[in-house]
């Protein structure tokens, strides 16, 4: 029988969906092997640095065949050299593999292959960095692949390293972006990735938080916050991904319904390539109250702006820090009332009516300003 070209071309097509959606794997490699006419396919990647598969697929193979193998026969295969030493994308069948005499004299082929009912099994490596890779197909009779069998199979080996590429460069892609996403987990951020189109391709487990205290809101539509002044910078920003243009640096400061913390939110471009896409925006958001407190050189700066004397600096450092009031007055050496009138003062001076909303402009500040 001959192969029925389209069906081949949509089993190709299937590849490539493939390489960007890993459980389509399984279904593309079944179509492959029936439009090959073949019995089974054998399709591996193996990550020699960590000894961990990145992809193995069957299609009509006993498990075991695969287990017994490695583990017995594989060293004792004379094929195994000859198909990693042949020629990046060439098939190598029959003869190219073994002679009669080789295959009818091995206990590879009369203890693990006739045992598994594998005919006349093809062997191709696909080359891929620091991996061992391989593709092959086998027969359901001891009877010779037909031409146009094989030139398919040639076809399907070139398609097959292309989406197996893709694959791997998505699979790291996306593994730096969960490493990212962990990272800045760690650290009280939350990051989302979202496409030109609107659509949410990443979010870290603190953005999922801020999403529970209703900051912001993450649907198969896209991302909406709470802040309409916020969605209609998130919206000039997505339009200016769009059409390639410079991204606004949207920097705002949000608060939450439940715990009155303030967020601030920054929109910064991300290269194409980056969790697996073209170009993206990444969008932080940063629980101000989670992120480590002012440190000297900030402090000063913010007594700057607002023209605190030095005694007014220091009242605002040792509350920005978290310490009481008269533990400051004992390491100063001054009483609580002077103290107190120093934060008076200071509150005067930045326009701020609690010791909460001083501390909050000192978040603010160094959000916006410095950091």
Same mark, same amino acid.
């Given at each position: 029988?001959?192969?029925?070209?389209?069906?081949? $071309?949509?089993?190709?097509?299937?590849?490539?969906?493939?390489?960007?959606?890993?459980?389509?794997?399984? %279904?593309?490699?079944?179509?492959?092997?029936?439009?090959?006419?073949?019995?089974?396919?054998?399709?591996?990647? $193996?990550?020699?640095?960590?000894?961990?598969?990145?992809?193995?697929?069957?299609?009509?193979?006993? %498990?075991?065949?695969?287990?017994?193998?490695?583990?017995?026969?594989?060293?004792?295969?004379?094929?195994?050299?000859?198909?990693?030493?042949?020629?990046?994308?060439?098939?190598?069948?029959?003869?190219?593999?073994?002679?009669?005499?080789?295959?009818?004299?091995?206990?590879?082929?009369?203890?693990?292959?006739?045992?598994?009912?594998?005919?006349?099994?093809?062997?191709?490596?696909?080359?891929?960095?620091?991996?061992?890779?391989?593709?092959?197909?086998?027969?359901?009779?001891?009877?010779?692949?037909?031409?146009d069998q094989l030139e398919a199979q040639q076809l399907i080996l070139g398609h097959t390293r292309q989406a197996l590429r893709i694959h791997?460069?998505?699979?790291?892609?996306?593994?730096?972006?969960?490493?990212?996403?962990?990272?800045?987990?760690?650290?009280?951020?939350?990051?989302?990735?979202?496409?030109?189109?609107?659509?949410?391709?990443?979010? $870290?487990?603190?953005?999922?938080?801020?999403?529970?205290?209703?900051?912001?809101?993450?649907? &198969?539509?896209?991302?909406?916050?709470?802040?309409?002044?916020? $969605?209609?910078?998130?919206?000039?920003?997505?339009?200016?991904?769009?059409?390639?243009? &410079?991204?606004?640096?949207?920097?705002?400061?949000?608060?939450?319904?439940?715990?009155?913390?303030?967020?601030?939110?920054?929109?910064?471009?991300?290269?194409?390539?980056?969790?697996?896409?073209?170009?993206?925006?990444?969008?932080?958001?940063?629980?101000?109250?989670?992120?480590?407190?002012?440190?000297?050189?900030?402090?000063?700066?913010?007594?700057?702006?607002?023209?605190?004397?030095?005694?007014?600096?220091?009242?605002?450092?040792?509350?920005? &820090?978290?310490?009481?009031?008269?533990?400051?007055?004992?390491?100063?050496?001054?009483?609580?009332?002077?103290?107190?009138?120093?934060?008076?003062?200071?509150?005067?001076?930045?326009?701020?009516?609690?010791?909460?909303?001083?501390?909050?402009?000192?978040?603010?500040?160094?959000?916006?300003?410095?950091?």
């Amino acid at each position: 029988m001959k192969v029925d070209q389209a069906r081949l $071309n949509a089993a190709i097509r299937g590849l490539y969906e493939a390489a960007v959606t890993a459980e389509l794997w399984k %279904p593309a490699m079944e179509e492959v092997t029936d439009a090959l006419q073949a019995k089974s396919c054998h399709f591996f990647s $193996n990550n020699l640095t960590d000894a961990g598969d990145d992809l193995f697929v069957t299609v009509r193979m006993d %498990p075991d065949f695969h287990k017994d193998y490695m583990g017995t026969y594989a060293e004792l295969d004379v094929r195994y050299p000859r198909i990693l030493d042949a020629p990046v994308g060439r098939v190598l069948h029959g003869d190219l593999l073994w002679t009669d005499e080789e295959r009818m004299a091995s206990p590879v082929y009369h203890e693990n292959l006739l045992p598994f009912e594998l005919y006349e099994v093809t062997g191709a490596q696909l080359a891929m960095p620091d991996r061992l890779s391989w593709l092959g197909f086998s027969l359901y009779e001891e009877e010779p692949w037909e031409k146009d069998q094989l030139e398919a199979q040639q076809l399907i080996l070139g398609h097959t390293r292309q989406a197996l590429r893709i694959h791997l460069t998505l699979a790291e892609a996306k593994a730096n972006t969960e490493t990212l996403g962990n990272l800045l987990t760690a650290r009280g951020q939350g990051i989302i990735l979202v496409t030109a189109g609107g659509r949410i391709v990443f979010a $870290n487990d603190q953005a999922e938080a801020l999403q529970q205290e209703q900051v912001l809101k993450m649907s &198969s539509r896209g991302l909406v916050f709470r802040d309409r002044a916020l $969605n209609r910078r998130l919206a000039l920003a997505l339009d200016a991904l769009h059409f390639r243009s &410079s991204v606004p640096s949207g920097e705002t400061v949000t608060l939450t319904d439940t715990t009155d913390h303030q967020i601030g939110v920054r929109f910064l471009p991300v290269p194409g390539g980056i969790g697996g896409g073209g170009s993206m925006l990444a969008v932080l958001c940063i629980p101000l109250h989670m992120q480590h407190g002012p440190d000297p050189s900030e402090i000063r700066q913010f007594a700057g702006l607002f023209r605190l004397t030095p005694s007014e600096e220091l009242v605002v450092g040792a509350i920005a &820090s978290g310490q009481d009031l008269s533990q400051h007055c004992v390491e100063r050496g001054i009483s609580l009332d002077t103290a107190r009138k120093h934060l008076k003062n200071t509150m005067a001076k930045a326009n701020c009516r609690s010791q909460k909303d001083l501390l909050r402009l000192v978040e603010r500040f160094c959000f916006f300003r410095l950091r």
